[in-house]
């Protein structure tokens, strides 16, 4: 079976600051037609930074979406034509104030196929050094040094909710354990 949707039909609806939402029509493998309705998304870079004792860093910060105060690994948009390792580096150090001597790319992740076409960029930075923090104007955020035993917890109790940090802890704590092996 041939599971490709061909787009037949364009329409814009919504241009943001961040995302573009657009209605698609499109010719099913059937021959039948559907609409799609896409969010289109710049994408992003993720960090899991792993301390030299093992411990993560972790942002907690407030989530409009979800009301909720959120505590996440870093992460950031990327700017237009902006490699993911350049923008990862970025946003370790305004969200965490560390610079990591290595920066190794260990996945790609698409955060909402179904509806979206972001692609999160997830990086493991070791080699960590402190400098200074320097959020954007519009994030309000600490950081915070977590044993990677209390993330898994926090994960199993529900406290942590966000997808890419769920796979990011469960990620570092392979790659801790020596099960993990990037290519």
């Known amino acids: 079976m041939e599971y490709f949707e061909k787009t037949i039909k364009t329409e814009r609806k919504y241009t943001g600051n961040i995302i573009n939402v657009e209605k698609l029509t499109v010719l ?32 907690k910060q407030y989530r409009k979406p979800c009301d ?15 490699d993911p ?3 990862a580096e970025r946003e370790l150090a305004e969200e965490t104030g560390y610079h990591a ?3 190794q790319k260990v996945m790609t992740i698409h955060s909402a196929p179904g509806f979206s076409d972001e692609v999160l960029h997830m990086y493991v930075a070791t080699g960590l050094t402190k400098c200074e923090a320097c959020p954007d104007d519009d994030e309000f955020i600490t950081c915070g040094e977590y044993p990677l035993s209390d993330c898994v917890y926090m994960v199993d109790n529900g406290e942590i909710t966000d997808a890419k940090t769920i796979i990011g802890i469960f990620l ?11 290519s």
């Open 28 to 59: 099913l493998p059937n021959g039948k037609e559907a609409t799609r309705d896409v969010v289109r998304h710049p994408g992003a870079a993720v960090v899991i930074p792993v301390k030299d004792n093992g411990n993560i860093l972790l942002v």
């Open 68 to 82: 909720m105060i959120s505590l996440e690994i870093p992460a950031g948009k990327l700017d237009k034509g902006e």
């Open 85 to 87: 390792v350049v923008c």
């Open 101 to 103: 001597r290595k920066l």
């Open 172 to 182: 570092a704590d392979r790659i801790i354990r020596g099960e993990y092996k990037s």
